[in-house]
């Protein structure tokens, strides 16, 4: 029962997402002047996550001429990793380690940090982007992502079995430093005047995650007053990339609360974001499982391979846990087993 009000939701959020595009896309302008700062604004990793050798020239103007979510040299990768963005800013120490360990990918491995669910079409569409007046084809060895969705695509044919799970995840509510709206607890999302950044439905699966999780603290009611009502009356906000855009929101003051991954706040907290968090309790909260898998005629197989091992190992695993991860065990099969909704 609880599997089918998730679907209804997700369905309501999808169409409520379609009527209110236009208002989202508005209230994302640039912010007036008295309240514009720079630094606010995506890469916030200043180069450090381009893993690529020869940078040339240097040419990145946050807001206006920056490509946050891909990552590396095109010419001639020895390597391409499509991961679920919500783990980013792991990916450089990440990719650094790896590096370490296999010297002749040092400056050829590409990575791009979409949502599953963008990644997946970028595979249906032989690997090409469009980024503005860019388009470039960067065709997958690796696909990561939550496990569930890992599954699917193997089933699907586009990735080779095994999905190799390595790192779980749970959920935080990220607010503003301060947090001057006063939450509390999931509860007090669905309150009237508060206003919400969200994970859109259409492509990320945290948002799936989150509506277990909000009919864990108060119900079906709960559930469709964040990601149907509020959509509606324009006091939730969804994403379009992915929740990066988050902290975004939150430090441009365009909302009071947003629920995120936990690595997410611990990251924020770590580069000095003005942003805090309000832990969830373990009964209303969830667990993603990451693995990854193979993608099917891979370019770069052995890579493909070495990699997926490597996240397993003790040097990625240190690299996970610094962030808020923990490390994959058994049982958090057996616990996710009981969610339908695919992890992000």
Known sequence: MIALRIIWLTSCVLA????CSAQAS?????????????????????GENDPA??????????????MPDFHGSLDHPGLVIYVGGNYYFAMAPLVHAFEAQHPRLRGRIFYVTLPPGLLIRAMALGGTF???????????????????????????GRLTSPARPYVTNTLTIMVPAGNPAHIRSLADLGK????????????????????????????????RRVYVTKVLDHHTLLTHIHHR??????????????????????????????????????????????????VRDAPHPRAARAWIRFLRSPAAQ?????YGFQPFAGTHLRASAHHSPQSR
Do not use: C
């Open 245 to 294: 855009q988050t902290p975004l929101f939150l430090m441009q003051g365009l909302a009071d609360a947003g629920v995120t991954w936990k690595s997410e706040a611990l990251f924020q907290a770590q580069i000095g974001h003005p942003l805090a968090q309000v832990n969830i309790p373990a009964a209303e909260n969830v667990t993603a499982v990451y693995a990854a898998a193979m």
């Open 16 to 19: 409520a997402f379609t009527g």
């Open 53 to 66: 050798l020869h940078q040339g020239l240097a040419f990145t103007v946050p807001e206006v001429d920056d």
């Open 130 to 156: 469009t980024s503005g007046n860019l388009t470039f084809t960067a065709q997958p060895d690796v696909y990561a992502a939550g496990l569930r969705k890992v599954q699917a695509q193997i089933t699907a």
């Open 26 to 46: 508005a209230s994302t302008a640039r912010p007036g002047s008295p309240h514009y700062a720079e630094r606010l604004y995506p890469p916030w990793s200043h």
């Open 192 to 223: 009237a005047g508060v206003r919400l950044v969200m994970p859109n439905p259409a492509w990320e699966g945290i948002a799936r995650q989150i509506i277990i999780a909000l009919h864990k603290a108060g119900g079906t009611a709960l559930a």
């Open 318 to 322: 240190h690299i996970f846990v610094r």
